[in-house]
């Protein structure tokens, strides 16, 4: 606010989690302090002349509507190259989940490791995370048929992907994990869509990527545990069906999920910005 009054710039706010709707349930006089303090000067910023670039299109509906500003969802972009298609190996299905095992996903991972189980008792779940707590990690080490193979190199991340036959997003389905993901887009996201393997999205729809795959029409999406096992057994076994999911992932990449087109979206808040700023400082 200093910078943009002191040398009458616009402010471009970029807004990836919903920290200012969102309040933790705590009793701690601090908190509420902070809490307060911390969405007087969220209204203050949003409130002067400023413009926004959001992670998804739903939270920007959030704040749009709410601050009444005209920001832009930029989606997260991949470095990945995308490989040619193949069909899953039915015998030994290479399923992987890399990232945070946290807010309930590592139950949710737990749910696939079991329903891989019941459609073959060979099949096996891969995840590579950084969690080191027993607490978070644990359950997913006992699993028979996981393989919890902790932290990776990107450039491992980039191979063990490529090598893939699924990859794996999922979220937590507890009201405390929902709460906290329901607006946001993982990079896991643009991750699958552009590594061109087969992707099974688990979790609850509210959750903001589960919501978002589901839209684009490019993964096997589960939102029901009760239907995990028939969801992965279709996405196995039915060739077709994992050609129409590549297809439709090159289309939502290249709409959404190249730097170009990321690039161009947030230049395009830019000038806006910009333009409404000036336009105002000269009516003044």
Known sequence: MFVANRYQIPIVAIIGDNYYFDESKSKSPAYKLFRNR?????????????????????????????????????????SLKRREFKPIDTKHPKVVYFGSIRLGRNLALLDIAKALTEVNPDYRLEVYSNESDEGICGVLKAAPNVIYGGSIPYSQVEQKTAECDIFVIAEGFRDEDINLTKYSLSTKASDGLASGAAILTYGPEDAGVVGYMKETGASMVCTNPKSLKESLRELICNEELQKNFYQKAIEVTQAHHTIESSTATFEKVVERAVREFNSKRNNE
Request: overall charge positive; some cysteine.
């Open 38 to 78: 911390f969405r007087k000067l969220t209204e203050k910023v949003l409130s002067s002349n400023s413009s926004a670039v959001y992670c998804s299109d739903k939270i920007k509906n959030l704040y749009n509507n709410y601050f009444h500003m005209h920001g832009e969802t930029v989606y997260f972009s991949s």
